[in-house]
């Protein structure tokens, strides 16, 4: 069995938001190249894993490790640039598609612009038209939405992917797609939630959460 | 001296008149049962005090004219208006009180005796008639844009928290995902300011000028004075601005560079 590198560790983590327990002492040992799906009810604290690894929560008690760096106030900003983060819901204000891309490729620690055509060919594996690049985010229906948020992960060329409910306003076809894209790639390194059957498949190890 | 006694005093029985004024606002008031009668004659009393006070201090100090006590009055004032500028936002006034009052202190000095040294050209620069009232208009213009810049930043931030949360999980630095609130906090401090600048002479005429008129002051040299104060007015209101968003960026957020909550009032 290929035993790479941790990437992510969870050491006996416990959150508790507004007076209640969401996690009590997690644990969890994500290597490099694996592919991790987590299931559970909602409100068992999927997302804040995800939240305390980028920093965006602090837990109450235990530790997070990014690449055996442990996550805190100084090796915050270097994770968020090793991760591309795929949340439920992205809000960019009036920006355009494009006006988004480029905001995003202006920080100095992104480091780079991609190339159009990188761009055009994404947007045509996701089934998505050039003109949508011109109209404002906020106008896009859920599944355009997801999609450009999909394609802005695969262009930050970033390796370790958290994917919160990726594919739930893609039709099948193209969910299983975006699945196999994930799936096959062994350099990435891959945990998502989602309640997708689609991704519920060989090669997957699947993480339940236990209802509290 | 034959200039200032052009203006007509204000006796005793003037005081009577300007307090018969106020019975149109007392009937106002009394008739839309706005209850403000008694507040407003607490507050036009106190105005008074604090104004004749403030008379009596300044007639000693003017007498006086050492510069030690000069910039130790215009320290008082910034300390006061620092002050009040916390007092009328959301943020606890405690922590950040001797951040900004040291950074006020730098902007409104630097402006002020650029002000009396290059642009007025006082022989003295300390010279208490000139420095303390242009202190003062410095002070009491940019104040209203600082306490809006102050609240409006953090709370356009906390409206828009995903956006930025966001924007930080890319890989912005703090600075980056700030960025456009800092624009936006600024524009809309700013706007009153420059509005006000747009009208001046054409709706009204400003204080100052109104008042060197009325001293006697011939009406263009008061123009360059109203001019050139306005402008300090803005350069002052600007980096005062600048000092509110700066000390948020710095003080707002925690090393994960995330809002802190408990430095709101509660």
Redesign the interface.
Known sequence: MYMGKNIIEYRDLSIIHSHQKVLENFNLIIKEGEKVLIRGKSGTGKSTLFLCL???M?PSKGDVYFKDLPV???S??VV??K?A?V?Q?????RDSVNEFFD??F?????GFTPDFEKIQRLLEWFELDDSILKKEFKSLSGGEKQRIILI?SLL?ERNVFLLDEPTSSLDSSLKSKVVDYFVNDPSLTVVVISHDPQWEREGLRVVDIPNK | MAEINLIQNIGVSGFIFCALLLILPFMVSYYFKLGIIKKSVIIVSRMSFQLFLTGLLLTVVFDINNPLINVLWVFVMLFFATYTILEGTDFKTGPFLPTMLILFSIANILVLFYFTGFIIKLDDIFEARYLIPIAGMLMGNSLRANIVALNDFYQDVKNNEQRYLYRLCVGASKKEALFPYMQRSMLSSLKPTLANMATMGIVFLPGMMTGQILGGVDPILAIKYQITIMVAIFVTTVLGVLICVIVVVEKGFDDYDLMVEDIKKV
């Open positions: 980028l920093g965006l602090r805190n106030g100084n915050v900003s968020r640039t991760i983060y949340p819901d992205v809000d960019v204000g905001t995003i202006s920080y100095n620690a992104v802005l930050l």
